[in-house]
């Protein structure tokens, strides 16, 4: 399973948390760093973008700031990501669980090309699910709450992949409250009854949109202290991998089948009007091919050239040491002459006059 993991702060404690886990569990998995900002990275990486990419001297070369040269170093790292395909696929064979760690700025990852680029690879090749780590101690405010559930909405919709909130530092609060402002509206109004400001009005609002997206969302609480509450979340991701095969794959292989027949229509289209213009010269050409010989196709043409009989391949190699110096002036010699001769006779046919 491929498995992204975004969400600001909390994503590099995330990423610990899952590597030390898979290894003590013997399955130790291929971890990917993508966020070419990072000062270090406290995961031990088999493949990190900043090997690739120097993204302070992207900033200098480009004149970019911050997010400008996180978005230019992935667009840099993301016309070689099919080697890091080829890697991955590789790592089947000894890994069972790929962790990649993403910039956790939405402009950044998320709404970006390379962004889109590289999670469609991926989706189209292994059972992905992304995973959003989230500070369930700072989203007790129910303004703030929302917010968060407007960025993971966002991320959702945009790569229409199996997706999971993992609430982490539950040992200092429960996240019990999150969940039931996301399965009871009363509960969350009455919450935001205690706000006053213009941004209450508006995530009152939101939370009945939100409704429908939270009916269908995997929750789980974690915490990366304690770690407690890793089980449920293999849980949840191995549920969601089994939601990707029966959904999510089918879409990508139609999707796939949808391409392929459109380059191949393109491709016939291509040789129809290739095989055309072959017969035209042919035809043109009527006095040197006899009238009665098929046209060859163009497959025919390729197939044939190179293909020489023994008789052919002997009659060729006898001319081999002919002098084709020799030759040439053979047929300069009375071509001259012509010239010559037409030449005189303009000339005194205009002296005659």
Known sequence: DTVHTRGRLQRCTGIVLLTGHLHTQGTPPYVINLDPAVHEVPFPANIDIRDTVKYKEVMKQYGLGPNGG???????FAT????????IEKAQNVSKYVLIDTPGQIEVFTWSASGTIITEALASSFPTVVIYVMDTSRSTNPVTFMSNMLYACSILYKTKLPFIVVMNKTDIIDHSFAV??????EAFQDALNQETTYVSNLTRSMSLVLDEFYSSLRVVGVSAVLGTGL????????????EYEREYRPEYERLKKSLANAESQHQREQLERLRKD??????????AKDSLSPVLDPSELILTRGTLDEEDE???SDTDDID??????SHEEPAFQ???????AQYWKRNNK
């Not at 039931?180 to 509206?185: L, S």
């Not at 084709?324 to 002036?329: G, I, K, L, M, N």
């Open 314 to 316: 002997e009659a060729d």
């Open 324 to 329: 084709h110096r020799v030759t040439e002036e």
């Open 278 to 287: 072959m017969g035209s010269v042919a035809l043109d050409a009527g006095t």
């Open 338 to 344: 012509n010239f010559m001769q037409e030449s005189m």
């Open 80 to 87: 070689r990501f099919d080697q890091v395909m080829q890697f």
């Open 70 to 76: 996180i978005v230019t170093s992935l667009n840099l």
């Open 180 to 185: 039931e402002w996301m399965q009871d509206f």
């Open 231 to 242: 089980d449920e979340l293999f849980v949840q991701v191995t549920s969601a991998a089994e």
